[in-house]
């Protein structure tokens, strides 16, 4: 079990590395999604890579040991992930080999490349990618990174949490994008030991959301389809240790529809000016779907990516 000092350590050994991103309020927003629900919004796409990733990837790569170091890591991504642990690699001067899907998108796999680490493109789904990256890993002997499953990434995905609650902000809830599901986790893990009246929300895409359905126990399970929030699309196995990680840190577990991610999409871009990818909006989209049940709460959301594709940039217009 990670302990909140181990998530402070964490935090200082990679604080050289990532931006302490606000929390920050915009009361146009709060006018559009009414009943009385005032928005707090963290915004991680401040982040170098857009994404909140190089706070996991930093704490994971900076934990290894000098003969791993060497040797490198492997990792299978969409491309936030895979961004980070690049950006990672190149200035701590470790190799890097991301694995993703075919037809993954192009701005991300152009990003990773940029920062030197090996792109291997194989596979027609998530878990294909995934699969290739296990058995690379075995074969190099060399560390895989997922950040349900290794401490140190964990550790540094829950920063977030860290920063959320030393604030001093009340907030009722908090409403985070579930991956592999470490920030949501994280958060929960501070949630229920510094700010026990908080409920920690996780969210994923309806069209994706296999681990949310095991969460729930169901007997029926959505069968994975496309979603345009790829960065948090991670296939319909090897999710174990993020169901686990889930149940005992947060609270409540929902989903979004695609139609209501775009919806969230174009409302962060017209109230506060920042270009949201859609695994990134899905908070906000949680938050507006729910507004009946949550009325006049208090409630933070977490922009966790900013790598908006360019066939998506219709949503903004």
């Known amino acids: 079990m990670v302990q909140i000092s181990e ?14 991103t606000p929390l920050e309020n915009f009361p146009v927003l709060d006018n559009l999604i009414g009943n009385g629900i005032k928005i707090f919004i963290k915004p991680e796409i401040l982040q170098p890579t857009r994404s909140f990733k190089v706070r996991n990837a930093f704490a994971a790569i900076a934990s290894l040991s000098e003969p791993e170091k060497q040797k490198g890591v492997i990792a299978a991504s969409t491309g936030n992930l895979g961004q980070a642990l690049a950006m ?21 796999n152009a990003a990773i490349k940029k920062f030197g680490a090996e792109l291997i493109e194989e596979g027609g789904n998530y878990d294909e990618a995934y699969q290739i990256a296990i058995d690379l890993a075995k074969e190099r002997g060399i560390p895989y990174i997922r950040s349900s499953e290794v401490m140190s990434a964990f550790c540094g995905a829950a920063t977030i949490g860290l920063e959320l609650f030393d604030e001093g902000q009340k907030l009722d809830r908090v409403v985070l994008a579930v991956g592999s599901g470490a920030h949501a ?20 895409a309806a069209n ?17 389809t496309a979603t345009i929030a790829d960065a948090i699309s991670m296939g319909s ?16 577990f929902i989903t979004a529809s695609e139609d209501e991610i775009k919806d ?14 859609p695994a990134g909006a899905i908070g906000l989209a949680g938050v507006i779907a729910n507004r009946d049940k949550w009325s ?16 998506l940039q219709y949503i903004l217009e």
């Open 296 to 311: 006049n709460e208090q409630i933070a959301v977490v922009f966790s990516g900013g790598n908006l594709n360019d066939n």
């Open 208 to 224: 994706s959301c296999t681990i949310h359905d095991h969460w729930h126990n169901k007997e029926s399970i959505t069968p994975e």
């Open 7 to 20: 998530i402070v350590e964490m935090h200082g050994k990679i604080a050289q590395y990532i931006e302490r």
């Open 237 to 252: 196995t090897h999710f174990g240790s993020s169901v686990d990680l889930l149940r005992n840190n947060i609270d409540e």
């Open 185 to 204: 986790a994280g958060a929960g893990l501070i949630a229920h030991k510094v700010s026990p009246g908080t409920k920690v929300v996780g969210i994923q």
């Open 264 to 277: 969230a999409i174009k409302m962060i871009y017209k109230t506060t000016n920042y270009v949201v990818e």
């Open 88 to 108: 990672a690699g190149q200035i701590l001067n470790v190799p890097v080999t991301i694995c993703v899907r075919r037809n993954n998108n192009p701005k991300k």
